[in-house]
């Protein structure tokens, strides 16, 4: 197994790279609002133009943004083949028993080109920000719910410690999975039932491994002085610049416009 | 000045459930034990497996609190619930597998979790950060992921988040046991630069002799007790009584040993190459 990439960070030091995280997750948020405010070709128009510039600035390579696109294209198909068959109005063509109808073409394109948009708009974000600053991220953004007394430091600590492990434990299981192929276990054959068995004595001594870590883990926080985030200090605190503020009153100006098509009807 | 670390008559119990019988056991993983040691000192504790020197380490850290006896560091008693986090500060600990220890996703993220965790401003992260990296001469690997340095390069980093945090003495516990001889050589050389330029008080556990021979005192631990105690001369002049503890004694010291009981005069406890060298020709 060779290089882990965690998530799908793309390095670069494109301006995109450059916001504040906080900044870009909002925006995220709002371009997917803005996708289901606007209803008209236009409002779409304007939405693609926006994430065209979008990736024009983080200097991302085009397929990189299309590759994101692999893991949700069944269920766009899906979505675009129930919309087109299932939807009543003017019929266009008929066959067997299903109907496809003007309005249903219209619907299955507009909910394509939402999705579409939906997730490449997303992946800019997770391509240009790396793992820990997204955490950093939603630790600050939703620090307010502690009031509430959900555990925000401690889930954002939990994120950031997952992040970390996961390649080790993917090295493990590796190492688990090589010595008892070396013993003769056998991975690859059979059919669905008898592979995800074979997993089973895989998972036995990685479960071990991983509490064992995790116990290991704890004690080094502990002896670090960690307890919680009371009265923790931060050594790469998140800080807002004249960039940022750009960027937000950007991201504001777009949803302004998203709202006046849609009052208006466009 | 009081002691940087003092014990007194130390005890830890701990119960044990066994999977077959339903009486639970109840193991005395260290017993009477008195401990002293002063600023500056370069101490070492020896043992084989399970006689009860990590319990000893852990005890210092605060990480475990005596059943019986008392455990002082830098004149605060670790049984005190609200000076633990005084207690972690002061003594320090590493740990024996590098990959388990380190939090950050980036190295000098690391380090910074202990000074973060003290509530240390900003600014002074940094510069605590910057003088602890290069201390252990990281200073040059402050961008990467831990995962992708080496065995000793890792201890190193995790011997830096203990520096970061300015403590009075460092207790490692067994830190080299993962590592390969290179590695084992780098983290020990930092140690002990660490000890001699910076006046850190050292407590090295550990099964491996050769890592001993610099140190001012030896303790030898067997069955929870210190069972023996002295400079590394004088304790390596037994090897009879070692290796009864199931502890081996230097290569050197071992021919040495081994020369003086054929008949070649030899003088007691031989620690280096050198001496031998010296002692022969």
Request: glycine share 8%; net charge neutral.
């Amino acid at each position: 197994m060779g290089e882990i990439t965690l998530g799908q960070y793309y390095p670069s030091n494109s301006i995109l790279h450059r916001l504040d995280p906080r900044v870009k997750f909002i925006g995220t948020i709002l371009y997917i609002v803005s996708l289901f405010l606007v209803n008209s070709w236009i409002g779409y128009a304007m939405a693609g133009c926006v994430l065209a510039v979008l990736i024009g600035l983080s200097r991302v390579p085009l397929r990189f943004i299309l590759r994101s696109m692999k893991p949700v294209l069944f269920i766009l198909l899906f979505t675009m083949i129930f919309n087109l068959l299932l939807t009543p109005g003017d019929v266009l063509v008929r066959f067997w028993i299903f109907r496809i109808t003007r309005e249903g073409v219209s619907l299955a394109v507009r909910m394509g080109i939402r999705l579409a948009f939906l997730v490449m708009g997303s992946s800019i974000m997770t391509l240009t920000t790396t793992p820990n600053e997204l955490t950093d991220a939603m630790e600050n953004l939703f620090a307010p719910l502690s009031f509430f007394h959900v555990p925000v430091h401690e889930i954002a600590m939990m994120m950031s410690i997952a992040l970390r492990f996961i390649p080790i434990l993917v090295e493990e299981t590796d190492k688990i999975k090589k010595a008892q192929m070396a013993r003769g276990a056998d991975f690859e054959s059979g059919g669905l039932v008898r592979r995800v068995r074979s997993m089973i004595p895989l998972l036995v001594p990685l479960f071990v491994s991983a509490f064992r870590r995790a116990n290991d883990l704890a004690m080094a926080m502990e002896a670090r002085c960690y307890h919680g985030g009371s009265g923790r200090t931060q050594m790469k605190p998140l800080k807002y610049s004249k960039r940022d503020f750009i960027a937000y009153a950007i991201e504001l100006a777009y949803l302004a416009v998203c709202i006046i098509f849609k009052v208006r009807g466009l | 000045m009081p002691s940087i670390i003092k014990a007194e008559k130390l005890g830890y119990y701990y119960v044990k459930y066994s999977d077959d019988s339903e009486n639970p056991e109840l193991i005395n993983a260290i017993r009477s034990i008195d401990l002293s040691v002063e600023r500056g000192e370069f101490i070492a504790v020896l043992g084989h497996n399970g006689s009860g020197k990590s319990t000893l380490a852990k005890h210092i850290n605060a990480l475990l609190v005596p059943s019986e006896g008392t455990m002082w560091i830098d004149g605060v008693d670790t049984g005190q619930e609200e000076d633990l986090w005084k207690v972690r500060q002061k003594a320090g600990m590493v740990f024996q597998n590098p990959d388990n220890q380190i939090i950050g996703t980036v190295v000098d993220e690391d380090v910074g979790f202990g000074p973060e965790n003290l509530g240390v401003p900003t600014d002074d992260i940094w510069k605590r950060v910057d003088d602890a990296l290069s201390k252990v001469g990281m200073l040059g690997f402050r961008d990467r992921s831990p995962g992708k340095l080496s065995g000793g390069q890792k201890q190193r980093v995790a011997i830096a988040g203990v520096v970061a945090m300015q403590p009075e003495c460092i207790v490692l516990d067994e830190p080299t046991a993962m590592l390969d001889p290179n590695g084992r050589k780098e983290v020990l050389q930092v140690v002990r630069d660490l000890n001699k330029q910076e006046g850190v008080t050292v407590i090295l556990i550990t099964h491996y002799m050769e890592e001993v021979v610099f140190a001012d005192h030896v303790y030898v631990m067997d069955g929870g007790q210190i069972v023996m105690e002295g400079t590394p001369r004088e304790v390596f002049s037994q090897v009879d009584v070692l290796k009864s503890y199931r502890l081996t004694v230097p290569q050197v010291t071992e021919l040495a040993y081994e020369l003086k009981t054929a008949g070649v005069p030899l003088p007691e406890g031989i620690l280096t190459i050198d001496e031998l060298v010296e002692a022969l020709c």
